[in-house]
């Protein structure tokens, strides 16, 4: 699957969107109603940009450095504590996991969320009569070529197959490596 260039929705080229504090004492925008609808876009737009760019676990500097956060049109960048919170609300929503907990610099992105994945993963196993797979067949082989949870981040599905086993509706194996790990569907 090819990564084409995002496009954004038009309120990601108004200049006061990028504007995470106004008043010097404030660390965000002064009315609550206008943050919470600010952060409530930013995180459509973060969703759809990560969905659109296939990025399901992101680095929060190298996204700081991205499209997404430096708008080069309008010269204008997002502040790394606005970041920050942006995430912190991805995961408390369910929307993200943090790769690393303590430094919290790495984040797993479900545009979809884990129980999604994992009823695509498994309606995709019972139409196709499969019982046994390996994450590697799963993410990157023939019969899921074109399929949404085709090229899945490995470290992602691995967490997707632990609420199938969660859900009964699996048992995971593990091999000699990573791509040998697998699921027998129940």
């Known amino acids: 699957m090819s990564v084409q260039p995002h496009k954004f929705p038009p309120i990601h080229s108004f200049t006061p969107f990028f504007s995470y504090s106004f008043c010097p004492s404030d660390s ?8 919470i609808r600010q952060r409530t876009l ?5 969703l759809s940009y ?5 990025l399901f ?5 190298e996204l700081a450095k991205s499209p997404l956060f430096d708008n080069k049109t309008i010269n204008r960048r997002v502040q790394r504590e606005m970041i920050d919170e942006l995430f912190a609300e991805i995961v408390a929503i369910g ?6 907990k303590k430094q919290k610099k790495r984040c797993f992105v479900w545009w979809k ?8 993963i498994y309606a995709w196993a019972s139409e196709n009569g499969q ?16 399929l949404e949870f085709h090229g899945l981040n490995m470290d992602a599905v691995k967490r997707v197959l632990e609420v199938l086993v969660k859900q009964g509706k699996g048992q995971i194996f593990y091999g000699s490596s990573d791509a040998d790990m697998g699921i027998k569907f129940a």
């Open 28 to 35: 965000r925008q002064p009315t609550q109603e206008t943050w």
């Open 42 to 46: 930013w995180i459509e737009i973060i």
């Open 50 to 54: 990560c969905q659109s760019q296939r």
């Open 57 to 61: 676990l992101v680095d929060l500097n």
């Open 95 to 100: 929307n993200g996991e943090w790769e690393d």
């Open 113 to 120: 969320k884990p129980e999604e994945w994992a009823a695509l």
């Open 131 to 146: 019982k046994i797979c390996t994450v590697y067949e799963i993410v990157e082989g023939d019969g899921t070529e074109g």
